[in-house]
């Protein structure tokens, strides 16, 4: 980096995608463009379709964090096939890179300076014909040395599908705290709480606590739980000071708290209570929780064994609460609101500084702290918006300096994108929903596009408020694109998302057509298309059979089209008494068989009223492939038109490149065929 300059620099040039350079970076003084928030994207000329190919890439920067010593910058990311992790040291020319071959990025971190975690996901195939979709963690040194998988010798612990890491213990030596397996003691043992029935299946393994060399990647095991615990959260020695259980028989969940200096778990809720647990912080020695009242969510605080509950921030109305930690401490550092208007209140005046700080400087986008050094003088920054996508900064604190690291998608970083707004109507009982809209870019005054619904997966989720690139890819070819947050999604407070509870084959799904109407001022109402993914996907076959005449086609994307089946599957895979299958049979709330054939739409193909178009991948284990073959042979049986694209290889969450390109063309396809962008507009 230069020398340090009078005002914040930016940089307006990046370079397409690539991450940081030592001694290669651009940078300017606080300009026009990004000081008014205007993306320089939407400078470009007249609107032109970008290839498909540039939204359907995996992100060229998934995650980047800076390590503790605040001197060198992990990038998880790379081409669009080819996923990379990459170690760029400030202030020094060169890169070390590491290809990680066909692997899912999921995220990064650091164990000290000398380690990064890489978190990715694999498949691997056990026996001859199951196959599994493995999370693991990868220690790379900053010279980009693969030292191995956390773990990843421990032949029991290798049997979980997702490895957990609980915690860092920054040494040194520094150690990883990793959630593995281990063998039960035993019935004659005190493990079982109800030992005629715990553990008879024959699966006497039980979730452990392992202190992890990152160097070699080998364990030692420091807690071994019972058939009821689900985890732990440690502090920053390692210690284990929170402990999660759910009884195996009755379902009921209780928390438990082990004081510094005490060796007795202690219980500390028992049941719901009406409180959500959010974390323990070792700075205050705190156990935080939020809870929901008629003045909002409130954050609170005890210190053990006795101390005074104590209110942590102001309470958010209408929002999902998190908290902000700053994991060099353990420390609340901020409390986070989710969904459309998300938004931090800093509890620490220093990270309140820097956010106001790169907050001016990019305004019109959310800009966000991501990752820091230990002692916060250089943080990592994200700066998207709902038509930007995410750019990744290294602010400089004390040099008032902000240089780039990487685009997510760099072939759209000179593409004029659609337009999103934020609204909220109100269904047909008086329920306001939020949702977003985007308009096409391009659109004449007056001009109404034809209109895709899009449903998000879940139910319980909501869409994040940032760059979305299949919203955005429907956009870039004519279409309004419409995300009804239909009740039952997370973000906008638990009352909320009470309400969905039961309605999956019913108010959520007239929450949608109730968007439909609230958007006819601005797209056609006549000319309309819905397109989901997973529950959305459920919706969007729910809308082709169920609401006639509301919709010109459906396509669902690895959804469901048998309730019955889902919750079978449910069953067969983790056990009738697993408190996931209760929770499941709650949400859909059907008391009988006849009642989920009756919202199924399998079971109802001979009503479908427009084409259908079913993609789904072929080693989906969330929803199981059969869910889109049975329903188009269903819906040929009935002599309904159907097209039904495989994806080979790929699993829910199209993690691929080449699996988000073979979708976006069989949609791309089946869009301009039953719902041309062209066509005309009914009076």
Not at 471 to 495: D, I, K, N
Not at 526 to 536: K, L
Not at 642 to 668: C, K
Request: glycine share 12%; hydrophobic share 40%.
């Amino acid at each position: 980096m230069a020398a340090a300059c009078s005002d914040l620099r930016l940089c307006l040039k990046l370079q397409a995608g690539r991450p940081l350079a030592g001694g290669s970076m651009y940078r300017k003084l606080l300009g026009v463009a990004l000081a008014a928030g205007v993306n320089t994207a939407a400078q470009a000329q007249a609107p032109s379709a970008p290839p498909l190919e540039a939204f359907a890439r995996l992100p060229a920067v998934t995650e980047a964090k800076i390590a503790p010593g605040g001197q060198r910058i992990a990038i998880l990311g790379g081409a669009p096939t080819d996923r990379t992790i990459a170690f760029t040291a400030i202030d020094q020319p060169g890169m070390n890179i590491l290809k990680l071959g066909a692997v899912e990025t999921l995220g990064v971190s650091w164990a000290g300076d000398d380690y990064a975690l890489a978190r990715v996901a694999f498949w691997e195939k056990v026996g001859a014909r199951a196959d599994y979709r493995l999370v693991r963690t990868a220690s790379v040194t900053p010279q980009a040395k693969f030292m191995g998988y956390l773990l990843g010798g421990d032949a029991l612990s290798s049997q979980l599908t997702n490895q957990g890491v609980v915690g860092i213990v920054k040494g040194p030596p520094p150690r990883v705290m990793v959630r593995g397996l281990a063998l039960a003691a035993g019935p004659d043992r005190d493990m079982n709480t109800r030992l005629g029935r715990k553990g008879e299946n024959g699966d006497l393994r039980v979730p452990a606590l392992f202190s992890v060399d990152p160097a070699t990647g080998r364990g030692t095991q420091v807690e071994r739980g019972d058939f009821d615990i689900e985890g732990w959260e440690v502090d920053l020695s390692g210690q284990a000071r929170v402990m999660y259980k759910v009884d195996e028989n009755t379902r009921k969940r209780t928390l438990y708290a082990r004081p510094k200096g005490q060796g007795t778990w202690r219980m500390i809720q028992d049941g719901d209570d009406g409180r959500t647990f959010l974390g323990y912080s070792d700075a205050d020695q705190s156990f935080y929780f939020a809870s929901t009242g008629p003045g909002g969510t409130q954050v609170t605080r005890q210190r053990l064994p006795d101390g005074p509950v104590e209110t942590v921030g102001k309470p958010v109305q209408g929002a999902g609460v998190h908290l902000v930690w700053d994991g060099h401490r353990n420390a609340v550092v901020g409390v986070a609101a989710s969904g459309a208007e998300r938004g931090i209140e800093w509890l620490d005046p220093v990270f309140a500084g820097a956010q106001a700080t790169v907050s001016r400087a990019f305004k019109g986008r959310s800009a966000r702290l991501t990752s820091w050094s230990e002692d916060l003088t250089r943080f990592i920054v994200v700066a998207e918006g709902p038509d930007n996508p995410a750019q990744w900064f290294l602010y400089d604190r004390a040099r008032k300096e902000v240089s780039p690291i990487g685009d997510g998608y760099p072939e759209l970083a000179e593409v004029t994108l659609g337009t999103t707004s934020f609204m909220r109507y109100r269904a047909r009982d008086g329920l306001e929903i939020p949702a977003y809209l985007t308009l096409p870019p391009g659109l004449k005054a007056g001009e109404k596009p034809p209109l895709i619904v899009l449903p998000h997966g879940g139910p319980s989720a909501h869409d994040d408020p940032g760059f979305d690139y299949l919203t955005h890819f429907l956009a870039s070819r004519g279409y309004a694109v419409l995300r009804p947050q239909y009740r039952g999604s997370t973000g906008f407070g638990p009352e909320f998302q009470k309400a969905g509870k039961g309605e999956w084959g019913g108010k959520m799904q007239t929450d949608l057509l109730d968007g439909v109407a609230a958007v006819a001022d601005r797209a056609d109402p006549a000319r309309a298309c819905i397109v989901g993914a997973s529950f959305g996907g459920y919706a969007a076959l729910y809308g082709a059979v169920f609401q006639p005449g509301a919709y010109r086609c459906a396509a669902s994307i690895n959804g469901v089209s048998d309730l019955g089946a889902l919750i079978g599957d449910y069953a067969t895979d983790f056990g009738r008494d697993n408190k996931g299958f209760e929770l499941l049979r709650e949400e859909v709330r059907q008391a009988s068989p006849q009642g989920l054939d009756g919202v199924s739409p399998l079971k109802n193909a001979a009503r479908a009223s427009m084409p259908v178009l079913l993609v789904h991948g072929d080693k989906d284990t969330t929803v199981a492939p059969n869910h889109s073959q049975r329903m188009a042979v269903a819906l040929k049986n009935a002599g309904k038109p159907v097209e039904h694209v495989v994806l080979a290889g790929e699993n829910h969450y199209l993690g691929t490149t080449a699996a988000r390109t073979q979708m976006l063309s069989a949609l791309d396809a089946f869009l301009a065929k039953n719902l041309p962008v062209n066509a005309p507009q009914r009076p």
